[in-house]
């Protein structure tokens, strides 16, 4: 297959974009090719426990013999040596980058405040880090503006006591620091040129981690206008982007390429300058739900601009491509390789292949002329043609009064009483012409009050080839009833006015989204795939949601599949107190306090053990949502009702199921000696 871009012909294969969009290719003779999982790597998938846990570690020995530290308000320590042993941890797979060149390669354990914050490859021969290395920290972007410009005095010897100070005050720098590393004076005269950093302030999350990047071990000199148009904005996109779908930890690697031309100071060359910045990220724990324009650049992607007047727009790529980018420039090996294996994708998941997903194969096997495969247009032409085709199979209802249909969810097709405010709509959430379950939804607050769903016995696998959606009757009125995947681009205010967006959640860094009818209690493929719209997912606090929220839907599942043999009437809500997240200074999306979940299955096994029977036909839960102190209390539906009557808005008679999920007269006897 041959893809043209402008004039240029370049051969790829069909093969090469399946990969690209993550479709897996097809067999001669139609039939899919189901690759075997690579268990070769060896890499566990995350817990809870491991996508939290402080990246650094809290009992390094530190060294306070130097007696000037006292004169300096932050000290920060650093380690040069030959190897990143100390700092490994700041690379996938504890393996830094290979096939990088230089005449005196340095390798920097940057520490601030006793605490390891990144690793950096440094060339003393240039004045210039190579590379930077780092993991991300979900942050809002606010950048660090007290803390003073620093040097490293371990480059110029190697008895120095490895605290890393800041610059003295004074006109003259001693010799021995200049000769090793870049100084403020070679910047006064550069007047194309700003200082800018590797490994961005706006990349990190705490105070002193954005204070430990203000180091010129850190620093290269860029072009101003391609720093301030360029590159900044791009890396608020990255920091966006992995705020929004990245799931765990985002290993960084931001670097340079030369070509000889310098900076000097008093006729002498003092500072390379690069020819090219670079950056890739790897998040092996991601979104596989986010828009399909975003998904293709995970678990890793990369990008690069020249470090130019003019021309220096920022080019995104796949890390492949970077890296053969990279490998033709100068000082880079043949061998090179940013990630280990090229970062390895750790959602363990199995992919269960839908007929949707088989019908956007044969779309993408019939294209024949696919244009500009090596810019970002091609790919953003790729997503939108998969959006439009999701378009076609996802329907939703906006209803005042529920349909016949979408009452089967409901026991005795009865919804929760006592809830009433004018700010609330049924959802009869579709998905491919048929109604899956229903949602009471708060057009205020942009969150749902409950989704209400029949359980279905299920192995727990989750649903990851479907995008997140909204629901486009909630804003405007329309003649269709279709639900639909988030549209790429600019949205009008009107369709944000009545519910959540994707974008909503870019900066609330404390919460992630957590969907009330979870796609684990669900079996078929297209319903799981209907829970992944926006109108059943509330901001959850990512300890409650992935430690003790998750274990409880666990063990709900493996309850009702065992012991539930008819049909189980679920719903899951929440309770709010007015804690809300903003955007552009506007509040969006109302924070629930407490999440809770009711099940109602008259139709179960009597031989239940006792431990388990007086849990069935009916029992209920709440968390709080909370990093601490959010443990899972189990309780009755009754007590479960007495406690959303104190904590929440809903009225007196609040019911969640009719007559409490009472079960049949010839069972009340066994019920009440149970």
């Not at 405040?113 to 490859?121: G, I, N, S």
């Not at 990255?238 to 929004?244: A, F, S, V, Y």
């Not at 080019?315 to 970077?322: C, G, Q, Y």
Request: proline content about 7%; some cysteine.
């Amino acid at each position: 297959m041959y893809i043209s871009s402008d004039d240029n012909v370049v051969a790829v294969p069909l093969s090469r974009v399946f990969e690209e969009v993550g479709v897996p290719p097809l067999l001669s003779d139609g039939k899919e090719a189901l690759a075997e999982e690579d268990d070769s790597v060896g890499i566990p998938p995350f817990s809870s426990e491991d996508r939290f846990e402080d990246d650094t570690e809290d009992d390094e020995e530190t060294d306070d013999s130097d007696d000037s530290s006292d004169a300096v308000p932050h000290l920060v320590s650093t380690t040069v040596s030959s190897n990143f042993k100390d700092c490994s941890h700041f690379f996938y797979m504890q393996t830094p980058p290979a096939g990088i060149r230089g005449t005196s390669l340095k390798r920097i354990c940057q520490k601030y405040a006793d605490k390891l914050r990144y690793a950096t490859l440094y060339d003393s021969s240039r004045r210039l880090p190579l590379y930077s290395a780092y993991i991300f920290k979900k942050s809002d972007g606010k950048r660090r503006m007290d803390t003073p410009w620093m040097y490293e005095p371990q480059l110029v010897s190697d008895d120095d006591s490895g605290n890393m100070r800041e610059i003295p005050l004074s006109e003259d720098t001693p010799p021995l620091i200049e000769d090793s590393q870049a100084v403020l004076e070679d910047y006064t005269d550069a007047v194309e040129y700003k200082r800018g950093p590797l490994n961005p302030d706006l990349h990190q999350a705490e105070p002193d981690d954005k204070s430990s990047t203000y180091t010129l071990t850190n620093v290269v000199p860029m072009i101003s206008d391609f720093l301030h148009i360029s590159w900044n904005p791009y890396l608020d996109i990255i920091r966006r982007r992995l705020n929004n779908f990245c799931h765990g930890r985002a290993f960084m690697v931001t670097g340079v390429t030369v070509s000889g031309a310098t900076i000097q100071r008093d006729k002498r060359d003092r500072l390379t300058i690069p020819k090219h910045l670079w950056l890739a990220y790897c998040c092996p724990w991601f979104d596989r739900n986010s828009p399909y324009e975003v998904r293709f650049m995970f678990p890793s992607y990369g990008g690069y601009a020249l470090n130019g007047q003019t021309g220096h727009s920022v080019v995104e790529v796949p890390l492949k491509t970077l890296e053969s980018y990279l490998k033709s420039q100068a000082a880079i090996d043949s061998d090179m390789t940013i990630f280990y294996k090229g970062c390895v994708s750790e959602n363990p998941l199995k992919k269960k292949r839908s007929d949707l997903s088989k019908t956007l194969e044969v779309y993408l096997k019939s294209l024949s002329d696919i244009r500009h495969l090596v810019t970002m247009a091609f790919w953003v032409q790729i997503g939108f043609l998969l959006v439009s085709i999701m378009s076609i199979a996802v329907r939703g209802r906006v209803e005042k009064e529920l349909s016949p249909e979408c009452r089967e969810f409901l026991y005795r097709g009865t919804p929760p009483t006592g809830l009433e405010h004018h700010s609330l709509q049924f959802i009869c959430q579709r998905y491919n012409k048929k109604p899956r379950y229903v949602t009471l939804y708060n057009t205020k607050d942009h969150i749902p009050i409950y989704s209400a769903y029949t359980f279905k016995r299920s192995d727990g696998e989750k649903c990851v080839d479907v995008p997140w959606m909204y629901e486009p009757q909630l804003s405007t009125p329309s003649d269709t009833d279709e639900m639909q995947p988030f549209p790429r681009g600019y949205m009008h205010m009107n369709f944000e006015d009545a519910q959540a967006v994707l974008d909503d959640y870019t900066n609330a860094i404390l919460y992630e989204r957590g969907t009330l009818n979870p796609d684990e209690h669900q079996d078929e493929p297209d319903d799981k795939a209907s829970t992944y719209t926006l109108t059943n997912v509330v901001p959850m606090v990512p300890g409650f949601n992935n430690g003790v929220w998750n274990k409880q839907e666990h063990i709900i599942r493996k309850r009702l599949n065992n012991y539930c043999h008819g049909i189980a009437y679920v719903v899951t809500g929440v309770i709010t107190s007015g804690k809300m997240i903003s955007r552009e200074n506007m509040k969006r999306i109302a924070v629930p306090t407490y999440v809770w979940s009711a099940y109602c299955c008259v139709d179960y096994d009597h031989n239940t053990p006792y431990n388990e029977r007086f849990r069935l036909p009916s029992f209920a839960h709440y968390g709080l949502n909370e990093e601490d102190n959010n443990g899972v209390v189990e309780m009755s539906v009754q007590k479960l009702e007495e406690f959303l009557k104190k904590t929440t808005f809903v009225n007196q008679n609040f019911q969640i199921f009719v007559d409490d999920c009472v079960p049949p007269a010839s069972s009340r006897i066994e019920q009440r000696n149970i």
